[in-house]
C-alpha cells in the first residue's frame, strides 16, 4: 500500500520560512511526478508546485519566486521549501503522487499557519 507522510508544517510569522518533507513508501516517489497541494478553510484544494521525475518544477503563480520543490529520490523524500511566507499562505498543505495510468495517493496533510 502507498503511503506519504508530510511532516514540517507549524506556525510562523509573516516572512518566515518553513520547509515541508514528504516521504513515501517504496518507490513511489523517484518513479513520478510529485505535487504539492493547499486547502485552506472554506476553500478549494489547489495545485501549489509540481516536479516531475526529470526534476522539472512548476508553480502557482502566488508562490512563484517564494517557493522550491525539489526530490532527493535516494530517500524517497520530495521538500518543499518555503520563504516569505504570508499570512494568505496559511492551509494544510498535502503531498501527492500520480501514478500511471492515473491513481492518485495522498498524504494526510500538515497545518501551516501564517501569523501577520
Known amino acids: 500500500q502507498v503511503q506519504l507522510v508530510e511532516s514540517g508544517g507549524g506556525l510562523v510569522q509573516a516572512g518566515g520560512s518553513l520547509r515541508l518533507s514528504c516521504v513515501g513508501s517504496?518507490?513511489?516517489?523517484?518513479?513520478?511526478?510529485m505535487n504539492w497541494y493547499r486547502q485552506a478553510p472554506g476553500k478549494q484544494r489547489e495545485l501549489v508546485a509540481t516536479?516531475?521525475?526529470?526534476?522539472?518544477?512548476n508553480y502557482a503563480e502566488s508562490v512563484k519566486g517564494r517557493f522550491t520543490i525539489s526530490r532527493l529520490d535516494a530517500k524517497n523524500t520530495v521538500y518543499l521549501q518555503m520563504n516569505s511566507l504570508k499570512p494568505e499562505d496559511t492551509a494544510v498543505y498535502f503531498c501527492?503522487?500520480?501514478?500511471?495510468?492515473?491513481?492518485?495517493?495522498w498524504g494526510q496533510g500538515t497545518q501551516v499557519t501564517v501569523s501577520s
Open positions: 516536479i516531475t521525475g526529470r526534476g522539472s518544477t
Open positions: 501527492n503522487a500520480v501514478e500511471p495510468p492515473g491513481f492518485k495517493y
Open positions: 517504496g518507490t513511489i516517489v523517484r518513479n513520478n511526478a
